[in-house]
């Protein structure tokens, strides 16, 4: 019934840029539905759709629809297994835009494995490849780590041969607002131990000093970031006061199989 809402949605042709929808037992019927209604949304770059259940036939039905200009998609922890990656990796293999690929956790054999690897000699773009936590045996994944790693380095030269872009002064514009937002709500809010304040305070340092610290990766990072952080909260000051000791940053949270 949801992914029948999603269809309905995508079907109205909205301009987005990227559509997350893990963690949700989409299911192989769901993904036929919004699949359906993907080639509507033609400026789509990035589709995470990890741990839904969408099994062979979901994957399928996905790998026949995948939009235009999409650079990454992610389908790890959906049990989609040989024939489902096959299918993935056919559509990867003409798929000028696409880059990013996350197969990881699918019951993968060397039979599905060896499509990627065709897959990634037939599709240069095709430079990051996750597919940790199948059942491929060590030849077939050196294999596999060869050829994406080739891509990479071709990927790499073509961007040195391209000249340098000049950071947009909007965007310079639009971070140093954002972290004055962020700078506001901190000075305004509680820090008393145990209150909704305080973990907005804790959430907002978080992001701010993610910022700061991780600036090119907040401007490339794609999907969903997730960080960890440890805070240090000082009572000597008054009011007390908040500091990030440490800040780790991933981008995907691992399936349950892990």
């Given at each position: 019934?949801?992914a029948q809402e ?115 000699r037939s599709n ?93 990766h907040a401007r ?39």
């Amino acid at each position: 019934e949801g992914a029948q809402e999603v269809a309905s949605f995508l079907a109205t042709g909205p301009c987005l840029p990227a559509l997350g929808l893990q963690h949700n037992n989409i299911g192989s019927s769901g993904a036929a539905a919004f699949s359906a209604a993907l080639s509507q949304v033609r400026r789509l770059r990035e589709l995470l759709v990890y741990s839904n259940n969408l099994g062979s036939n979901g994957a399928i039905a996905l790998a026949a629809a995948l939009p235009p200009q999409l650079t990454a998609l992610d389908v790890g922890s959906n049990g989609i297994g040989d024939k489902g990656v096959e299918a993935v990796a056919r559509a990867a293999a003409v798929h000028e835009h696409l880059a990013e690929l996350h197969v990881d956790y699918n019951g993968i054999h060397d039979s599905g494995a060896a499509a990627l690897v065709e897959a990634a000699r037939s599709n240069s773009s095709l430079a990051s490849l996750w597919f940790a936590g199948n059942c491929i045996s060590p030849a077939m994944s050196s294999a596999l780590e060869g050829v994406v790693a080739s891509n990479l380095g071709m990927a790499r030269q073509r961007e040195q041969e391209c000249p340098m872009l000049e950071i947009n002064s909007d965007e310079t514009e639009e971070s140093t607002t954002d972290l004055s937002a962020i700078e506001s709500i901190l000075a305004s809010a509680s820090v008393t131990h145990g209150c909704c304040e305080f973990a907005d305070a804790v959430a907002m340092l978080s992001i701010r000093e993610y910022f700061i610290r991780c600036r090119s990766h907040a401007r490339a990072a794609r999907g969903q970031v997730v960080l960890a952080t440890i805070v240090v909260r000082d009572e000597s000051e008054t009011p007390p006061s908040l500091m990030v000791a440490s800040l780790g940053v991933g981008t995907k949270f691992m399936p349950h199989e892990a």
